[in-house]
């Protein structure tokens, strides 16, 4: 079956901890996306790639990082420096990036600072 | 840049009645349009877009959304609600050039039986 993958589905972090979230898909697309959800206030765009070794911030880009070494895969990284990292991150492509492109998205991880 | 206003936080609907989803857009060009629909703890699925074709989109699950440009709105409509239809429903923006969605803050549905 074709889609993404996100782990894991639950994340504990201490204050302090860096931790990385796994995002990879098997839909052959060049463009992976990563969204933070907070509730009431929709999706916000952390980082985009719309190529391998390649990639852009986005709306809240501080306190995160990601890499794109491969074209399946597009760890995130939710650094010590993001102050109020809880919430749900969700990861998504698409074919090319372009405008009209329809985004796949995983089925999230959500991250809880203890 | 683009922006999206869902006008209703939460909807509650019986069950076969209609369900009538508001989304209004802010765009300095024409906009590209988008419905998308989430379960609990799960990722979002696109239900239907509109990208300057036809003014009436047609989704999946019996969805459907007119693109009206003089109101600058995108509404999402379901003549008859079934329980499955509990979710959340979430109405984003592109414009032609641009990478990114722009995304509402969502729209919770419960379906009364």
């Known amino acids: 079956d074709g889609g993404i993958t996100q782990s894991p589905k639950y994340l504990f972090r201490k204050e302090g901890q860096n931790v990385t979230l796994s995002c990879e898909q098997n839909?052959?697309?060049?463009?992976m996306y990563w969204y933070r959800q907070d509730p009431g206030q929709g999706l916000r765009l952390i980082y985009y790639?719309?190529?391998?070794?390649?990639?852009q911030k986005g709306d809240i880009a501080e306190g995160y990082s990601v890499s794109r070494e491969k074209k399946e895969s597009f760890p995130l990284t939710v650094t010590s420096a993001q102050k109020n990292p809880t919430a749900f991150y969700l990861c998504?492509?698409?074919?090319?990036?372009?405008?009209?492109?329809?985004?796949?998205f995983g089925p999230g991880t959500r991250l809880t600072v203890l | 840049a683009q922006s999206v206003t869902q006008l209703g936080s939460h909807v509650s609907v019986s069950e076969g009645a209609l369900v009538l989803l508001r989304c209004n857009y802010s765009s300095s060009v024409p906009p590209y349009l988008f419905w998308y629909v989430q379960y609990p703890n799960q990722g979002l699925q696109l239900l239907l877009k509109y990208t300057s074709a036809a003014t009436l989109v047609k989704g999946i699950n019996g969805f459907e959304a007119e693109f009206k440009k003089s109101e600058t709105s995108f509404h999402l409509t379901k003549p008859s609600a079934h329980m499955s239809d509990a979710a959340e429903y979430f109405c984003?923006?592109?414009?032609?050039?641009?990478?990114?969605?722009?995304f509402g803050a969502g729209t919770t549905v419960t379906v009364r039986a």
């Open positions: 984003a923006v592109s414009e032609w050039g641009d990478y990114k969605l722009s």
């Open positions: 998504a492509s698409s074919l090319t990036g372009a405008t009209t492109d329809t985004q796949y």
């Open positions: 790639s719309q190529i391998v070794n390649d990639f």
């Open positions: 839909l052959n697309h060049d463009a």
